[in-house]
């Protein structure tokens, strides 16, 4: 019976969408209710709307792994910061902010694509309180990856994270 229900999912393309884009906006809605709760200013952010994706669309990614999106994402934002607090933001130090925060998600193995947008939004959007490394982006990891972990279980056939061989 349960192998019926793993091909079931794998053969039907409406129900996976649809079981994926549920997961994506239950996990997107506890965030908000979240921010709106303890009111904190910025617990959403825009690359976490791609993060959805790869975590509720292709879970078993290697990409789509906690340690990839909370370290991927915490990275990034890092470097974001640093260039937003000591460099001028100019299209050449965008440029390079991006290429380091790759760099590093590439050196360190915790590649995932939409934190690479993170120093962008960083730079452009004006934000230097070292405490965005706080919230929103670890508490919002976090929180996406715990989500997602419970998400998952409730589904016949997934598994999340997923053991990823090298």
Known sequence: MKEHTVQLFKDNRLLTATISAIGAALCIWGLAAFDGLFKFDWLLIAPFGATMVLIFGVHQSPLAQPKNVIIGHL????????????????????????????????????????????????????????????????????????????????????????????
């Open 75 to 166: 990275l990034t934002a890092s470097v974001g910061l640093l260039f937003s607090n000591y460099l001028a933001v100019t299209p050449l130090t965008l440029g390079l902010a991006v290429g380091a925060g790759l760099f590093l998600m590439l050196l360190f193995d915790v590649t995932h694509p939409p934190a690479g947008g993170n120093p962008l939004m960083i730079m452009l959007g004006g934000h230097t309180a070292w405490s965005f490394l706080l919230h929103p982006i670890l508490i919002g990891t976090v929180s996406i990856v715990i989500l997602a972990i419970v998400f998952h279980r409730f589904i016949p056939g997934h598994q999340y994270p997923t053991r990823v061989s090298k």
